[in-house]
């Protein structure tokens, strides 16, 4: 199949042989942190050196959602739907309410500034789980320079009393970030010390404790090769849909690569959407995808 390569024979029924590789927008300057929005039928997605969160739809397709967007980086949805963003100029973590306006839920921990928010997920315990690296604050392109203040770290912020902790701190650079199905077990990108001559770059894996508030047995889980994991998904059987420099990288809940879809340009991050979440888009560079596939992304916000 054009455009597909099999590693494991598996990776065949994932993929279709008459769905091609879409174009919905070019033009942009680095896209990320995209989000389905079933509801409305839309997804959004971040033009970060461009400061603005962009909408496209099947029947208008790009139009502008929010400029300035104070730099916004990942995203995710709330249990009750509102959009919840990283901000890399505000250096917090951000919710939009139903009326528009938009809230600040963190922006430092113990009395010193946030360095990027980066990638965010929401646990069906309406936490919110995400990614402190130094990336967004190391130069201008994307929101501009500032010192940093704490180390690199994922954290858990819980909206019920406001309280926020870190939950893993041994990290050169935390990235993408996503649950599993069952939300037994976090991934996490490890994109390293980007400037570093031999960053560290794989994904690795947590387990939940049984209160499904802390983490344990932290071990990586896959390298990625070429390139690094910036963003990925779990489809409904918990593999792992990762972004890498030659395209998206299937792997199986083992950590052995399936097969990929190659992409002209670098994928930073991908959602899966549209009709019964088998739609997958994908931010690539300058470049927003489309492409249909015989998995359902798994089901959350």
Known sequence: MDGIEII???????????????????????????????????????????????????????SIFRQPSNFANGHTRDREGRLIGCSHRGRCITRTEWDGRVTVLADSYQGKHLN?????????????????????????????????????????????????????DDFQGPNGLCF??????????????QFAPDPVQHIRVFDLTDD???????????????????????????????????????????????????????VSNLTFGGRNRSRMFLCASHTLYAIYVNVRGAARP
Not at 12 to 39: I, K, S, Y
Not at 220 to 244: L, N, T
Not at 250 to 258: E, V, W, Y
């Open 212 to 266: 499904g508030a802390h983490l344990t047995h932290g071990r990586v889980f896959h390298h990625i090769s070429p390139g690094f994991a910036d963003g990925f998904r779990c489809d409904e059987d918990g593999r792992i849909w990762s972004s890498a420099a030659d395209g998206v990288h299937c792997i199986d809940s083992s950590g052995a690569l399936l097969g990929k879809i190659k992409v002209p340009s670098l």
């Open 8 to 62: 494991d024979r598996s990776f065949r029924a994932l993929v279709l042989p008459n769905a091609p590789l879409e174009t919905l927008g070019e033009g942009f300057g680095w896209l990320e942190g995209p989000v389905w929005f079933a509801d409305l039928d839309c997804l959004l997605v971040s033009d970060l050196p461009h400061d603005r969160i962009l909408r496209w739809t099947t029947s208008s397709g790009i």
């Open 180 to 193: 599993s199905p069952d939300e037994r077990l976090l991934y996490v990108a490890e994109s390293g010390l």
């Open 116 to 168: 990027s928010p980066n990638d965010v997920v929401c646990k069906s315990d309406g936490t919110v789980w995400f990614s402190d690296p130094h990336y967004g604050i190391n130069t201008d392109y994307e929101g501009g320079k500032q010192i940093a203040e704490l180390p690199a770290s994922l954290y858990r912020f819980d909206p019920r009393d406001g309280s926020l902790r870190i939950v893993a």
